[in-house]
């Protein structure tokens, strides 16, 4: 266990040490309220393309991560960013290392008021020192397009097998030519 672990474990249990009973309460009403509205008007299954904006484009995480999140965002990152295709975390601690970077590396702070208060790792900015994650060379991202964008990972990025013509048609377009390098999908 390497110590970013360590500390998405502690912050994901402060937020569930945290929730008072009749906010989960609240909140167990609302899931029922926004899955009997599901049941009336099902989202479009499957449409990931806003994420895939989001990370393509908005939030530039391919500047590092490579479009296919293989790490391969060279040169800005020589294998430095991590592998997302590999990545071992869960949707909670997915969204809390974009909200908050991950301190003493090049990974960015998402949101802008990370380390203004206590709700990233338990730490502020003073408390970091130069280990405060940077600012995005692209731009801030709000808690919502963030969840979208986790969405769009964990349903398109992560775990997935060795990229293939396929995928890179679907992620980059069908004109791309370049796709042509990769294997076709068996
Ligand atoms: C400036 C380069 C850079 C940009 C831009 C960037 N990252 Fe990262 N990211 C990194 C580096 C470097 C690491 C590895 C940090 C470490 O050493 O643990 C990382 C780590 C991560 C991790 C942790 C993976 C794991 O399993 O440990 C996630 C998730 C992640 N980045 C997602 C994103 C997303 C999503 C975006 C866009 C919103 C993004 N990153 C933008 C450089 C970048």
């Known amino acids: 266990m390497n110590g970013l672990d360590d500390m998405v474990e502690r912050v994901t249990r402060q937020c569930r040490a945290r929730m008072p009973v009749g906010a989960a309460h609240a909140a167990g009403l609302l899931l029922a309220i926004l899955a009997s509205v599901a049941s009336v008007s099902p989202p479009p299954a499957q449409d990931f393309s806003y994420g895939r904006r989001l990370y393509l484009d908005k939030a530039d995480c391919s500047f590092c991560h490579g479009w296919a999140g293989d790490g391969a965002g060279q040169p800005q990152s ?5 592998k997302l295709r590999q990545s071992q975390l869960a949707r909670d601690p997915l969204i809390t290392v974009i909200q908050c970077g991950v ?3 090049a990974m960015p702070r998402f949101d802008d008021l990370a380390y203004t208060d206590k709700s990233c790792y338990g730490m502020i900015e003073a408390e970091l020192g130069d280990r405060v994650p940077p600012l995005p060379h692209s731009t801030s991202l709000q808690s919502r397009e963030t969840e979208v964008l986790v969405d769009y990972l ?10 293939t013509r396929e995928e890179c048609f679907e992620t980059l377009g069908e004109r791309v030519r370049s796709c042509a390098e990769y294997p076709a999908a068996r």
């Open 78 to 82: 020589p294998g430095r960013a991590a």
């Open 103 to 105: 301190p003493g590396t």
């Open 154 to 163: 964990r349903a398109r990025v992560v775990g997935r097998a060795p990229i």
